[in-house]
């Protein structure tokens, strides 16, 4: 069973254009506010939100601990594209800290994604396919998911979370930058840029699974910074982080559907009889298939330049859009926004 491309394309596309979270106005640099300011204030803000969603963990924790570490990789984020304007030891420690509390909310997230994998690939099975089956098999992914859930090691202590995000919190508050302008975040979008351009590489060739994985995550560090940076050129940069973001979603569907495939071989006939298994499996591979095309023509635009002609473009825009800003407002008298730090 092979999907259609244009039913692949669109039905990813759909849901990232769906998605409001995938380019929000709020989470990006603000016009006339010092780059790290805006960086602060950006920071303080998830913060602030992961320390409000904390208190939901007791009544919806799916979403909630989907939220939080929503914040986490924001922050992280963050610090990633600064990391040349920060103190080094600043830099390792938050990054630790945001990589260790987001790996403690993790939850029995392998179930779940073989359930969202699975839901995925039955909207795409052709009619012929016995719907039947694919109820029985849903139903097994649902008590092998909440068996799981049960048998994971229960949510950490909200206050030491709390107190974990406060400590945190008040690093953003004091901390300094030494570089501003595009300096501030050249380093650090730069290597972003060519540690996924050199994970585009090793995956095309490359027969391991993780090789994927990791593009991935390397993938998803650009899609964050190209979000921070739209108001530099919000009909071109917001455009390149939608395109990152389906990439995102090929990547990512890609690697659930592994997933999906590893929790068939391992539980066996906990999830379906040999036969629908062999089906499953080639269901998944044909899938798989067409995500990695997908991922890899996307891909090759995405990381098109070499990290030099990337810098070069990207410091152009973001120093032109300061200074234009810059002076308009010297034009009408207006002075610049300063974005208050925290005593």
Known sequence: MTVPRAASWAETVARVQENPQICPMSFALKSGEP???????????SIDRALSQILDLAGDPHKAVHDVRRRCNEVRALLRLVRGSIPRDVYLTESERFRSLRHLLGGARDSS????????????????????????VRKNLIALRDQAEEDAPPTADLAAIGETLTRAQDTFSALEFRKEGFEAIAEGLTATYR????????ALTSEDPEALHEWRKQEKHLRQHLRILRPVWPAIVKAMA??????????????????????????????????TRKLLRKMIANRRK?????????????YAEKPAAFRRRMAD???????????????HGIAPVESPTRK
Not at 264 to 274: F, M, P, S, Y
């Open 242 to 275: 939608r395109e990152a973001s389906v990439l995102a979603a090929f990547l990512g569907d890609d690697h659930d559907l592994f997933v999906l495939a590893a929790l068939i071989d391992r539980e066996g006939k906990a999830v379906a009889d040999r036969p």
């Open 195 to 202: 540690r996924g351009r050199k994970a585009l590489k090793v």
């Open 113 to 136: 994604a073989a359930l969202e994998a699975f839901d995925r690939l039955a909207t795409l099975a052709p009619p012929d396919i016995d719907r039947t089956m694919l109820l029985s």
């Open 35 to 45: 780059v790290g300011n805006s960086v602060r204030r950006l920071a303080l803000r």
């Open 317 to 331: 825009w973001v120093e032109i859009w300061l200074t234009t800003k810059d002076a308009v407002d010297a034009l």
């Open 290 to 302: 067409e995500l990695q095309v997908e991922a890899f023509a996307l891909g090759h635009r995405l």
